[in-house]
């Protein structure tokens, strides 16, 4: 029997995608380019590959695809509690979302207005969620992602180690084409055990389908070689 003969396990996967936004006063907010499409492509192509996915998305303007359960949130804070509240049951986490690593320390409540003079903000750290889900001991696979301006292959090999993560998806966002906000990626996915392989440039869909196949090679290695 060859491997295209075997059934596939079905697996539960969580999915983060899309930028989160960081309230400065009831109307502004600080938030960043991405498009949540890379999230988005990756939730699909879950989907069809016939794994069940729940997405946990920031706002973005695109719709989510189709039998996925979604959960809407908006803040780093919020992102990080939905996640936590989850991931256990879930084989698992594929960390897509642009998450604002700071927020302002104190939002206005209400509508600031206008005073003569600047208006100095003082941002706090928000929590790291992939630290956060180490710190739970979660077991599942984990997949970051890093986007670097130029070639990310040596910060994101860092990246995998300090995270801990089992698979680590880097992109150069210095090329307007491909990767935040962009149609099309380019990725160099990096695993725990050492190893690197290039996808694309493509249709983040496209990008999204071979991705996926590792995520399954690799959650069966990771059943063979527990952390
Ligand atoms: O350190 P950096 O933000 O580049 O790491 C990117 C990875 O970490 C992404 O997978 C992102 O979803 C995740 N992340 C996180 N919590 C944050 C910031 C980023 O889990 N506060």
């Known amino acids: 029997m060859n491997r295209s003969d075997t059934p596939r396990p079905r697996h539960r996967f969580l999915v983060t995608a899309g930028p989160t936004r960081e309230p400065v006063d009831a109307i502004r907010f600080f938030t960043n380019r991405s498009s949540g499409r890379m999230g988005y492509s990756l939730a699909r192509a879950c989907v069809e590959r016939g794994h069940d996915v729940t997405l946990i998305t920031g706002p973005v303007a695109i719709k989510p695809p189709v039998g996925v359960e979604v959960v809407f949130v908006e803040t780093a804070l919020e992102m990080c509690a939905a996640v936590l509240d989850r991931v256990e049951g879930y084989n698992g986490l594929l960390m897509c979302a642009a998450v604002a690593d700071y927020r302002p320390a104190e939002p206005h409540p209400g509508k600031r207005s206008k005073t003569p003079g600047d208006w100095i903000l003082r941002l706090v750290r928000n929590p790291d969620i992939l630290l956060e889900v180490d710190r739970l001991g979660y077991k599942g696979l984990r997949l970051g992602f890093a986007a670097e301006f130029g070639d990310p292959r040596e910060r994101g090999r860092q990246k995998l180690e300090e995270k801990h993560l089992d698979l680590l998806a880097a992109n150069d966002i210095s090329r307007d084409e491909l990767g935040m ?25 496209v990008v999204a389908m071979e991705l996926v196949e590792h995520l399954e090679d690799a959650i069966l290695r990771l059943a063979q070689d527990p952390k």
């Open 181 to 205: 906000g962009a149609i099309q990626n380019a990725i160099w996915l990096m695993d725990r055990w050492g190893g690197s392989v290039a996808i694309g440039p493509a249709d983040k869909g």
